[in-house]
């Protein structure tokens, strides 16, 4: 069976920093693309960063890019995304992603408030 759990979300104050991580079971993650999406009330699912089944090559949405870190740990079978630098526009659930067999967590709420 496959899954994709996310952790790591909660409320955080503008310029914090989280850590999301996202623990997948189920499949071959290792040869997977990752990636991190996420969804504000009312908008559309963006995509946020994305990583290469290796690690080695990493692309990031404009509008977190020097902000956000992706990272995986192939031996861990998880993916990560650091964020710093939070700012309110960073509310939304964030989501992760497998590609190309397009399995995805559940989510996790990040609230980013003073």
């Known amino acids: 069976q496959v899954q994709l759990v996310e952790s790591g979300g909660g409320l955080v104050q503008p310029g914090k920093s989280l850590k999301l991580s996202c623990a997948a079971s189920?499949?071959?993650?290792?040869?997977?693309?990752m990636r991190w999406y996420r969804q504000a009330p009312g908008k559309e699912r963006e995509l946020v960063a994305g990583?290469?089944?290796?690690?080695?090559?990493?692309n990031y949405a404009d509008s977190v890019k020097g902000r956000f870190t992706i990272s995986r740990d192939n031996a861990k079978n998880t993916v990560y995304l650091q964020m710093n630098s939070l700012k309110p526009e960073d509310t939304a659930v964030y989501y992760c992603?497998?590609?190309?067999?397009?399995?995805w967590g559940q989510g996790t709420q990040v609230t980013v408030s003073s």
């Open positions: 990583i290469s089944s290796g690690g080695s090559s990493t």
């Open positions: 189920g499949f071959t993650f290792s040869i997977k693309v």
């Open positions: 992603m497998s590609w190309p067999n397009n399995y």
